[in-house]
C-alpha cells in the first residue's frame, strides 16, 4: 500500500514558476514508477510527467516538455514536479500517481488527493 501526499500548489502569475511535491508512505516507493496528472474543470485528467523507478528516464506532455521537469529522491521518498514559465492553460489539479512508466493514467495503482494550480493573466 502506497498513500501519496501532494503539496506546492496555489496561485501564480503567468510566466511564474512553481514545484509540486508528492510524498510516499511505505517502504516501496523505489519499485514504481511516478506521474503526475492534471484535470482542469470540465476536462478528462490529463497525462503530463512520468519518471521511472530509478529516476533516469522521464517523458513529458508535448506542450510542457523544456517548461516542466520531473524529478525523485528515492532517499526522501518524494517525486517533484518543477514548473517554470506557467500558462493560464496550466491551470487544473494536479495528481501525482505511483505505477508504471507510462503516459495512461490507468497504468497507476495509487494516487493523490491532488493539488490546485491557478495560474491568472
Known amino acids: 500500500q502506497v498513500q501519496l501526499v501532494e503539496s506546492g500548489g496555489g496561485l501564480v502569475q503567468a510566466g511564474g514558476s512553481l514545484r509540486l511535491s508528492c510524498a510516499a508512505s511505505?517502504?516501496?516507493?523505489?519499485?514504481?514508477?511516478m506521474g503526475w496528472f492534471r484535470q482542469a474543470p470540465g476536462k478528462e485528467r490529463e497525462f503530463v510527467a512520468t519518471?521511472?523507478?530509478?529516476?533516469?528516464?522521464?517523458y513529458y506532455l508535448p506542450g510542457v516538455k523544456g517548461r516542466f521537469t520531473i524529478s525523485r529522491d528515492n532517499a526522501k521518498n518524494t517525486v517533484y514536479l518543477q514548473m517554470n514559465s506557467l500558462q493560464p492553460e496550466d491551470t487544473a489539479v494536479y495528481y501525482c500517481?505511483?505505477?508504471?512508466?507510462?503516459?495512461?493514467?490507468?497504468?497507476?495503482?495509487?494516487w493523490g488527493q491532488g493539488t490546485q494550480v491557478t495560474v491568472s493573466k
Open positions: 500517481g505511483a505505477g508504471s512508466f507510462s503516459i495512461h493514467y490507468r497504468d497507476y495503482r495509487y
Open positions: 511505505g517502504r516501496t516507493f523505489s519499485s514504481y514508477g
Open positions: 519518471v521511472t523507478s530509478s529516476g533516469d528516464n522521464t
